[in-house]
């Protein structure tokens, strides 16, 4: 690093800090009675809740104090020590950043340079942004090491580098490891790291973030969406602060966290749900305060959107003598009964005004036959983007859509993210990741002219011609207009 | 190439006020007086009024921008369309042009819209690529993100929209006269009145560092205190070293670098580690459209039911033929010119009649209810297959920066 930040902080004392739990929460400093992301060697992940003076256990990564990560920004990295104490350090993992004058010595393992220390291996591993270009000279001095030897090491070590020891003497224990080029070193490395290291990163639990943690889990609940189609959905939907959105969100809540992480705080979603209450089991681990989720969240069922004039509640506000007049238990039934007449009729009334800034549909229902009721409360101008898992899903109902003059060129989109392996001068594509992703359907809400258009017809044969753009008028996709190479 | 210089900030002073002159900003004469108070990226209206960003709807890949000016008129081959005539239409209307003659649809301008429909200054960032850097590094309401160069503002009206009147972005661009109409335009969108700050510089040579940040754009340590870095520019690697003065020291940051080629990856790995950044990460973003289209079903017993009805309608020819012979019956001489010059089964077809399962010969409508179909999708002709390498780092404090109170109470919660 050339420049460190500096390492007596000006520590200040955290805001707010006597109603910690009534007090917004932060998504920049990892702080008490909040849910977090830990990101662990192995390329695993948890969602843990942060309590003050809690321990939290990572399984075979070790086991840590609460307190002892609070105060730092989220994102930072921990080695675990003794007595479940940590220490922050720079990086989760030894970094592959062999310089390119060792990339230049093609012989690779067999390249001459001096011979790394134990203390400078060490190093290594406790310090990622040292340059490793050394890596390549490991010790020809071998030590063989079997795995009742390990075994060994990794019980008796409670000490804070057990896992940079156990990685070290692998090293010297792997025959011809130095025979190896510098590209599979560090791939050995990485998995013996993954392995063995005692590290981990807090990260703040943002929408990414929880949306990962449920595609390792189990990538059906979130419907098989990907990250990136999350974000191409949100953008293409507009999703901003103070909008007001219908939503169907069968991902247990994901989406409609991410909604509220963008919109923070501000602004409507109404979410159309298929069972008596909606299934928001994701917003659990929302930093959000209930009472915010409350003022957001407008849930209507399918039941009181497509019937909302039956189910509207006739509601009689009882009289000042009739509310005096009830006993304690009849009054507080009255409360409950008056308030929930006023949350129904309040989402149907948001239901029946429309003019929502977009309708946003991630579930399973079949989309050809309910598309056609949401089309309407939707504003003029604004976007209906609808995600299904299934591209044949979003075909056929692109196809019914064709038709309805109040949608105004819909197209399929898919977006997939590819990683690569960066090492400079082995940068390449990796070898294999998940497909999955889901699709979306994006198109413009717009209002046809009553009495119909005519479109334009040039030349001889005006009326085939008349027919043609009609057609063209029809299909015409939002295409994106050709870079022209600047 | 690159090395015009603007570290100055007196020199940017100068440029801010060239602006202003007329002598120094051609645009001026096509100005129009937009709507003050637009904000169209901000948040949706319903009625067109005089001064609004519309973006008419012309049909495939044709989406015209037009401040609504009574007196103009949008002239299309599709028809000609009065802009007095849009005011009081809803935003999502259909308006048909003069005399009832040819459509367009007036709708209401949003980052994703502009991207597809901007004047190209420079090469653009698209949504594929601009909503993954967003949600991947976090970009919500409040953040504070640091975008150069500015370029076509593909991806400024993207983050403007995202970050919101809490957040702010600052975007630099050091070619002139793309700085000037990068600022009009910006001033239009009404982007510089809510949240962005468009600065005229070099930030590989003058880094970003803003002398005077206006109030309402500055954070608690007055200073551009960025969360987010969005690096588009030909050599990242050497404006990554001006970053450390400008970014967040109190959180993490998150960055990604933009680039076509795998040498300037190289390169900006190798300087992101040297500058204290680490998760290094770069991946490509692949976008496609599909169309929906329809694939006529051929059902292989209709074929040959055809061919059954070929062959006994050429039996039948033949007996028919005999039959006149026999008969005498007078018959058109181009019928037995035809039966005589080989039978084919061509001729039947073409004579319109008989069984015709899939419409040959015949202008089949794709879709057209006589025919059975089969929906699928088609890949759009010419597909993306590489904008650019996205290289994503973050930066931590690694320090801590906050104590909370060792809580008693809370204990027992858990
Ligand atoms: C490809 S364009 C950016 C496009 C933009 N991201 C968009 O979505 O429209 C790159 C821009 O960076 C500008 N640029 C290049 N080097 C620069 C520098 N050192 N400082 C400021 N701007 C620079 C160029 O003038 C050009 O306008």
Redesign the interface.
């Known amino acids: ?7 007596s ?1 000006n ?5 707010k ?1 006597e109603n ?2 009534f007090a917004p929460k932060s ?3 990892i ?3 909040q849910f977090a992301f830990v990101r662990l060697p192995s390329e695993g992940m948890k969602i843990v809740e942060l ?4 321990i939290i256990n990572l399984g075979k990564f070790g086991a840590f104090a609460v ?1 002892g990560v ?8 921990f080695e675990i020590l003794d007595d479940n104490q940590v220490t ?5 993992t030894y ?1 592959a ?1 062999i ?2 004058d060792v990339e230049l010595s093609e012989g690779g393992a067999e390249a001459a340079g001096p011979e790394l220390t134990k203390d400078e291996l060490t190093k290594l591993f406790t310090n ?2 040292e340059n490793n270009q050394n890596i390549i000279n490991i010790g020809s001095s071998i030590q063989k090491l079997s795995s009742e030897e390990i075994d060994s090491l990794k019980k008796s070590g409670a000490s804070s580098d057990f896992g940079q020891k156990i990685i070290e003497q692998i090293i010297a224990g792997h025959a011809g490891f130095d025979k190896k080029t510098i590209f599979s070193q560090q791939k050995y490395l990485k998995r013996k790291q993954q392995k063995f290291l005692r590290r981990f990163t807090m990260e ?1 639990l ?3 973030q929880l949306l990962k943690y449920y595609i390792e889990k189990d990538s059906q609940r979130v419907l098989d969406m990907s ?2 189609t ?3 959905l ?3 939907a ?1 999703v ?4 007001r959105y219908l939503l169907v969100d069968e991902t247990g809540g994901v989406v409609l966290y991410a909604m509220m ?4 705080g ?1 602004g409507t979603i109404v979410v159309a749900h298929d069972n008596e209450h909606p299934n928001h089991i994701a917003l659990r681990y929302s930093n959000y305060q209930p009472s915010m989720v409350e003022d957001m969240v407008k849930p209507i069922n399918w039941l009181q959107f497509m019937e909302p004039e039956n189910e509207r509640i006739d509601w009689v506000t009882a009289t000042e003598d009739e509310l005096n007049d009830m006993k304690f238990a009849k009054r507080q039934q009255y409360e409950r009964r008056s308030k929930r007449a006023q949350e129904v009729n309040s989402v149907i009334d948001q239901v029946t005004t429309g ?1 929502f ?1 977009a309708v946003i549909v991630v579930s399973t229902l079949n989309l050809p036959s309910l598309v056609p009721h949401l089309i309407g409360t939707v ?5 209906i983007v609808l995600y299904h898992q299934y ?2 899903s979003l ?2 109902t ?2 019914s859509l ?1 038709n309805d ?1 109040r949608v ?13 392996q ?1 090492i ?2 082995r ?1 390449h ?1 990796v070898m294999s990741m998940r497909g999955f992703g889901g ?1 979306i359907l ?1 198109a ?6 009553e009495g119909g ?4 017809g ?1 030349g001889v044969s005006k009326k085939k011609k008349d027919e043609e ?1 009609k ?3 029809k ?12 | 190439m690159q090395s015009r210089r603007c570290a100055d900030p007196h020199l940017v002073r100068i440029d801010a006020k060239r602006w202003q002159g007329p002598l120094f900003y051609p645009f001026r004469c096509s100005y129009i007086a937009w709507n003050r108070d637009i904000m169209s990226f901000y948040k949706y209206k319903d009625i067109i009024e005089e001064g609004d960003f519309v973006l008419a709807f012309i049909g495939r890949g044709n989406l015209k921008h037009i401040t609504v000016t009574p007196g103009s008129v949008l002239n299309t081959r599709y028809g000609s369309f009065e802009h007095e005539r849009m005011i009081g239409m809803k935003f999502g209307d259909q308006m048909s042009g003069a005399r009832g003659v040819g459509f367009i649809h007036l709708l209401h301008p949003s980052p994703e819209l502009w991207t597809i429909s901007l004047p190209h200054r420079t090469q653009i960032v698209y949504t594929p690529d601009s909503s993954y850097i967003m949600q991947r590094l976090g970009v919500t309401t409040g953040t504070r993100v640091i975008e150069a160069g500015t370029g076509s503002g593909s991806f400024s009206h993207s983050f403007a929209r995202t970050v919101g009147s809490e957040g702010v972005l600052f975007s630099y661009e050091f070619h002139e006269p793309r700085f000037l109409e990068a600022k009009k335009e910006f001033q239009e969108h009404g982007l510089l009145d809510v949240n962005t700050l468009i600065t005229h510089r070099d930030v590989c040579n003058g880094g970003f560092e803003i002398e005077s940040i206006p109030e309402r754009f500055s954070s608690d340590c007055k200073s551009v205190n960025a969360d987010v870095v969005f690096l588009d520019l030909p050599s990242p690697w050497t404006a990554i070293p001006h970053l450390q003065k400008v970014i967040a020291k109190r959180s993490r940051v998150g960055i990604c670098c933009f680039s076509p080629c795998i040498e300037q990856v190289e390169k900006t790995v190798k300087a992101l580690q040297e500058n204290g950044w680490s998760s290094i990460e770069m991946v490509e973003v692949a976008g496609k459209r599909w169309e929906a289209r329809k694939e006529m079903v051929k059902d292989i017993s209709d074929v040959v039911k055809r061919l059954k009805d070929i062959q006994s309608r050429k039996s039948q020819g033949i007996e028919n033929r005999r039959h006149a012979k026999v008969v005498g019956e007078k018959r058109e001489i181009s019928e037995v010119n035809d039966e005589d010059s080989g039978s084919e089964p061509k001729k039947f077809q073409n004579l319109g009649k008989g069984f015709n399962p899939f419409g040959k010969g015949l202008r089949v409508k794709e879709g057209d209810d006589q025919w059975t179909w089969t929906n699928v999708t088609k890949i759009e002709a010419d597909i993306k297959s590489h904008t650019s390498y996205l290289t994503f780092a973050y930066m931590n404090p690694n320090v801590r920066i906050a104590e909370f109170p060792k809580q008693t109470t809370t204990n027992e919660s858990s």
């Open positions: 690093m050339s420049e460190t930040p500096d390492p902080p520590v200040t004392p955290a805001f800090a910690e739990v998504s920049t400093i702080s008490p009675n309590k003050p003076g809690g307190d609070l105060g730092y920004p989220f994102g930072q990295t922050p350090i720079e990086s989760i970094e950043d310089s390119e990622s942004s703040y943002g929408s990414s990250e990136e999350l974000g191409l949100l953008n293409y507009n901003r602060q103070g909008g992480e963008r919109m923070k501000q003019n800034d504003g003029g101008s604004r976007p591209k044949e075909l056929d692109q196809h064709s003059k105004l060129a819909p197209s399929i989109f898919e977006t997939r993210v590819r990683p690569h960066t400079p001068g940068m594509p699709y994006w413009t809400r717009v209002f046809p002219k258009v005519t479109a334009v040039r753009a057609v063209e008028e299909d015409v996709v939002m295409e994106e207009a050709k870079d022209d190479k600047a």
